[in-house]
Nanobody, 115 residues
Framework: QVQLVESGGGLVQPGGSLRLSCAAS????????MSWYRQAPGKERELVGD????????TYADNVKGRFTISRYNAKNTVYLQMNSLEPEDTGVYYC????????WGQGTQVTVSS
């Protein structure tokens, strides 16, 4: 069992930045591929991007590429999502996911981009 807790969400103006964190409960954190997803109101959950176990490889959805960066610090069992140049379309609940033999989800953190 892995428990994930996201933090760092909030209200930000268009063009602003936020950094989300996701802390995992297990010391075997480095065994998991970590991903960030988001769900906008009335829409399905979509993949934002993910990062390999060692942190050396990342992939991103086309609509966030060049604006968002995923990183991880395995010694602190934490994965980050740095979001820059935020747009109103980035509004939603952001979830982290740990994928190994099983898949685990956090409870989500709200991000609202509005002037």
């Amino acid at each position: 069992q892995v428990q994930l807790v996201e933090s760092g969400g909030g209200l930000v103006q268009p063009g602003g930045s936020l950094r989300l964190s996701c802390a995992a409960s297990r010391s075997t954190f480095s065994n998991y591929v970590m991903s960030w997803y988001r769900q906008a109101p009335g829409k399905e959950r979509e993949l934002v991007g993910d990062i390999s176990r060692g942190g050396g490889s990342t992939t991103y959805a086309d609509n966030v590429k060049g604006r968002f960066t995923i990183s991880r610090y395995n010694a602190k069992n934490t994965v980050y999502l740095q979001m820059n140049s935020l747009e109103p379309e980035d509004t939603g609940v952001y979830y982290c996911n740990a994928r190994g033999m099983f898949s685990y989800w956090g409870q989500g953190t709200q991000v609202t981009v509005s002037s």
